[in-house]
């Protein structure tokens, strides 16, 4: 069964720099979902204040996403792809 190589998050990056890689893959939609998700991001720690800018913080914040998988039947992440390795 080939799947897709689940990409490496980076260590950290500020919002207006969101990496194409990452999603929503785009900063005009990095800022909608900090503005949506920001209490929550705050609270996991995957949103820093360094200074005057926001940035969010890449280990905890594929741990955010993790969370969120439960809403998008399709996600796919480095946890679900070793459980289905497992069952496999």
């Known amino acids: 069964m080939s799947r897709n190589p689940v990409p490496v998050v980076p260590h ?7 990496p194409s ?4 893959n785009d900063p005009k ?7 949506e998700h920001k ?10 204040r360094v200074g005057r ?7 905890r914040y594929s741990k ?3 969370r ?3 809403r998008v039947p399709d996600f796919e992440c ?3 792809a070793a459980r289905i390795e497992q069952v496999a």
């Open 12 to 18: 950290s990056w500020s919002i207006a720099d969101w």
């Open 21 to 24: 890689s990452v999603y929503p």
């Open 29 to 35: 939609r990095g800022r909608y979902l900090v503005r």
């Open 39 to 48: 209490a929550e991001l705050l609270a996991s720690g995957a949103l820093v």
């Open 53 to 59: 800018e926001l940035v969010i913080m890449g280990a």
């Open 64 to 66: 955010f996403l993790e």
């Open 68 to 70: 969120q998988a439960s």
């Open 78 to 80: 480095a946890a679900n």
